[in-house]
């Protein structure tokens, strides 16, 4: 942020304003500020679903399209996913408490051979964030892990990531394996990743590809209100 | 007008490699154009770079070669050559062709977080690793970036002491443990051969020229 906003006093704004400014420290990936902000909400009263939504994922939104309009690169999204983190984890503690019911429930991983997590990692917070259960697999993750856990956990939603041309295959791989025992039409089957497209996406089988973080929340709804 | 032999459409990033592997086997007959080496960190911009080169060069030479491999298209750098004639490296990137695929590929399966180097990558690390990936404004970045990965693996082209000591140091820098595994020009050399060894047609050699 620029010298003439070191005075700007958070907690000296109206709501409106204050929403405002934390989507501009969103964008501008300023974690400090976007937690201040967030624990002034709390302070303020605004329940913690309010803050997520109006504050952090509306944020988040400005951020995902500009980076998808070529505006806002890698490192810049990467930044403010992280100031985002430092608000989700206020929040988290007291969402949970509220019991509320998620609107859906989400397996994901990046597949074997592929150790990227960058995009997973942001659909995850963008899923949890939109009221998504998300169960994060992790990276490097086995057809047979994305079975066990369908089995496991029966989520609406199996989302896979890859980055690499040579892992991107191997999501076929899961998918036939989810055929073979039967699983395939237990959970809608989202992929993304940087190399990926709609065609690769029809070839294997799959149910949509997200080409971005804020798609992939847009898709997860409409499959799990059945709208898609 | 005489039409030159072939054309290699490069990456700007193995352009050394290209002309040494050019040179010691005389493959004279080859001319070398390089399309920029940030490329490499914008793959989605190859194909069209690739196909507007082809578009301007293909009236001047007898056959085009593209010096790429799939490098992170996911095959539209391959439906950019269709119908064009022109043929490319095989394999997924410059990574395979530079170690060869068996040993890239036992690589991989010996640390999946491989981080690879090349000796274009360790002279440029600055440029296309920490600024491309933003690390040079957000050097907290790092944490994110390669906190999956275990090890930098140099595949060396050369044995030269200083890029080796770069790439120790390249790999201290980003915290990741260091290997060395020279490869030479042997792979890449073998990668080529069924496309570009010289023709036993002594024609071949006379329309020589060469950009590089």
């Known amino acids: 942020m620029s010298d003439q906003y070191d005075d700007i006093v958070l907690a000296e704004l109206s709501d409106e304003e204050l929403i405002e400014q934390m989507h501009d420290d969103l964008y501008d990936g300023l974690a400090d500020e976007v937690a201040e902000g967030t624990q002034i909400f709390l302070n303020r009263g605004w329940e913690a679903s309010r803050v997520l939504d109006e504050a952090l994922v509306a944020g988040m939104t400005i951020v995902g399209v500009d980076f998808r309009d070529g505006i806002l690169f890698v490192p810049e999204v990467l930044m403010a996913a992280n100031a985002m983190k430092a608000g989700m984890a206020l929040l988290r503690p007291i969402l949970a408490d509220t019991g509320a019911k998620p609107i859906g429930k989400m397996v994901i991983g990046t597949v074997k051979g592929d150790i990227h997590d960058i995009g997973k990692n942001l659909v995850g917070m963008m899923m949890e964030g939109a009221g998504f259960e998300v169960i994060d697999l992790g990276i490097n993750v086995e057809a047979d892990t994305f079975a066990a856990a369908l089995v496991e956990h029966r989520p609406d939603l199996l989302g896979m990531s890859a980055l690499l041309t040579t892992t991107m295959p191997y999501m076929q791989v899961v998918i036939d394996t989810l055929k073979e025992r039967g699983l395939r039409d237990k959970a809608t089957v989202l992929v993304g990743g940087a190399p990926l497209n709609e065609e690769f996406c029809e070839a294997i089988g799959a149910d949509a590809y997200c080409r971005d973080a804020a798609v992939a929340v847009e898709t997860a709804k409409e499959f799990v209100r059945g709208t898609a | ?212």
């Open chain 2, 1 to 212: 007008m005489e039409l030159r032999s072939v054309l290699v459409i490069a990456c700007g990033a193995i352009a050394r490699e290209l002309v040494r592997v050019r040179d010691t086997n005389g493959w004279d007959h080859l001319e070398i154009q390089c399309l920029p080496a940030n490329l490499h960190n914008s793959p989605e911009k190859i194909p069209g770079a690739v196909s507007d080169r082809i578009e301007s060069e293909k009236h001047r030479f007898e056959r085009i070669f593209v010096a790429y491999a799939d490098c992170g298209t996911a095959g539209a750098l391959d439906k950019a050559l269709v119908g064009t004639g022109a043929e490319r490296i095989p394999g997924a990137h410059c990574y395979e062709f530079f170690a060869g695929s068996d040993v890239f590929f036992g690589l991989a399966d010996e640390e999946v977080g491989s981080f690879y180097l090349t000796d274009f990558l360790v002279r440029h690390f600055e440029r296309l690793v920490i600024t491309g990936l933003g690390l040079d404004r957000h050097p907290e970045l790092a944490s994110s970036y390669f906190a999956n990965y275990k090890r930098v693996v140099y595949l060396a082209q050369t044995k030269s002491a200083r890029l080796q000591s770069l790439a120790e140091a390249h790999a201290k820098r980003l915290g990741l443990e260091y290997k060395y595994v020279y490869r030479g020009d042997g792979p890449l050399t073998a990668a080529l051969i069924p496309s570009l060894k010289k023709p036993d047609d002594p024609a071949c050699g006379k329309t020589a020229g060469s950009k590089i």
